[in-house]
């Protein structure tokens, strides 16, 4: 049997799909406007993290 069967089954299941996309969309969104709103020298302190003393190389 197949798994959309299953599926069929669940009442309101067809909101789930629109309900992920939107998380998704705006999880993204504010990810991006963190990223052009945040400070320079703090995402210079996090690309250094791995390796902290090495600014020499």
């Known amino acids: 049997m197949k798994f959309i069967h299953y599926l ?6 067809g909101i ?7 998380i998704f969309f705006v999880f993204f969104t504010v990810l991006l406007w963190w990223i052009g709103k945040a400070d ?5 302190a996090l690309k250094n993290i791995p390796f902290p003393g090495n600014e020499a190389e």
Do not use: A, F, R
């Not at 069929?8 to 299941?13: A, P």
């Not at 789930?16 to 939107?22: A, E, Q, R």
């Open 40 to 44: 320079k020298k703090y995402i210079d």
């Open 8 to 13: 069929e089954k669940i009442t309101g299941v």
């Open 16 to 22: 789930y799909p629109l309900v992920s996309l939107m």
